[in-house]
């Protein structure tokens, strides 16, 4: 099925401006019948061609209450760890981290992150110093197998622990796109006592969500655009927070 069909075919099922942007993007794909969880049917419009169509209207009343969490939690220097790894999700993840400062998960989780944080942080701080020692050409004296060697390890150790410049303590917040595939980093956060919001997908359990919207999280541009809202109340709440801070000023 082409773009043009699809948005066609969701302005025919969801008429209106409120919901033209999320059409759009294609947010209300859900999944095959089959794969749809049965206490996810309340999210579940209809069936086109053997796919469930998301309800847009339930994904709407349910989007500014995560916002406002969002914003909530976030305010004042909150921390929030963003997490998405499936090529969907990866480019919007390191787009909304780089812009916020934010640390972020893009290859693989890496177990015990959260729950086994003070032996992580010794990991991430040792890849700190050897990606410092490469620039400053402190590894020039050694031989050439040597160097390659360390050069290896370096970017391996980039691969996993890349986004976690900014990760100096537990976050205040979990971000992640889709909780099926990332259960382990769900997991970890709630062990941790640590909220997650999450962008699921009809297969999920809702039970095991706090705080979520539901919508087509296998493509970019529905990704995206789910990403672009999270940004957009980061950047009120940033707002919000130097006003509150200024109001004070004489």
């Not at 993840?93 to 893009?106: D, G, W």
């Amino acid at each position: 099925m082409n773009e043009e069909s699809v948005i066609n075919k969701g302005e025919e099922l969801f008429p209106g401006e409120r919901l033209k942007e999320m059409v759009e993007n294609g947010v209300f794909y859900g999944r095959r019948k089959t794969k749809t969880h049965p206490r996810m049917k309340p999210y579940v419009l209809t069936n086109r061609g053997g796919i469930e169509i998301i309800n847009l209207n339930k994904t709407l009343e349910d989007l500014e209450p995560l916002l406002a969490f969002i914003r909530e939690k976030i305010k004042n220097g909150g921390l929030m760890l963003l997490v998405g790894t499936q090529p969907a999700a990866f480019q919007g993840i390191l787009k909304v981290a780089k812009e916020f400062n934010f640390p972020y998960v893009i290859n693989r989780w890496i177990g015990g992150t959260l729950t086994n944080f003070k032996v992580i942080s010794k990991r991430v701080e040792y890849f700190w110093k050897l990606r410092g020692d490469l620039k400053a050409g402190v590894f020039e004296h050694y031989t050439k197998k040597e160097k390659a060697d360390l050069e290896s390890k370096i970017q391996k150790s980039e691969d996993i622990f890349g986004g976690f410049d900014t990760l100096t303590r537990l976050p205040d917040l979990l971000l992640v796109i889709d909780s099926n595939l990332h259960a382990t980093a769900v997991r970890e956060a709630k062990r941790m006592k640590i909220p997650v919001v999450v962008f699921a997908n009809i297969d999920s359990d809702p039970r095991t969500l706090d705080h979520f919207i539901v919508g087509n999280n296998k493509t970019k541009r529905s990704v995206e655009w789910f990403l672009g809202k999270i940004a957009e109340a980061i950047i009120e709440s940033k707002n919000a927070a130097g006003v509150s801070e200024g109001a004070g000023v004489k």
